[in-house]
């Protein structure tokens, strides 16, 4: 039976700034907005959102994060790769607050997954670490949204969430497992 790593973390409250384009802003109509959102400068997501203007179901289609970095060959042959990818659905709420502002809140629920590799060493004294994480998630959605006009929109939003990472781990020193 194979040794699995489990870790349990409850997330922190993390910050997302979200750029929507909304095709229609009535509320009787159907409404369909696409959005990018930034946590930093390395992870992105694409969102997708169809409802009405007090309702809509959220497709986070894509969350992504790439991370390498590799030492001098003259200090040491250390390098780091890190890949996230990730996708999600849930439902907002919205209300208006003033004509051009409105306050967004819901929940979603995800799952993510990770890989991560830690190569050190020189040659003949090396030692690579591999993990693989899959992570499923659920949050609270709390946001406001600035209406610029009928098609556009930019929002901040929070989502405080808890989340259950679990995976495997392998070690390889100098070629042995």
Known sequence: ???????????????LMSLMTTVTAQENEHQREVGIAFSDLNSFELIYKSGNAASLWRYNLLT???FKAESSPLESNNSITNISLGAS????????ITKKL?????????LGFQYSKYRSGVNSNESINKTITYTPNI???LGVNYLFNEHLALGVEIL???????????STNNGNT
């Open 1 to 15: 039976m194979k040794k699995v790593s489990i870790k349990k973390n409850v997330l922190g409250v993390f910050f």
């Open 139 to 141: 949050n609270a959605i």
């Open 89 to 96: 659905i849930g439902k907002e709420y919205r209300e208006l």
């Open 102 to 110: 409105e306050y967004r809140f819901g929940v979603d629920a995800g």
């Open 160 to 170: 405080p969430g808890v989340s259950y990472g679990f995976g495997v781990a392998e």
């Open 64 to 66: 992504t994060n790439f």
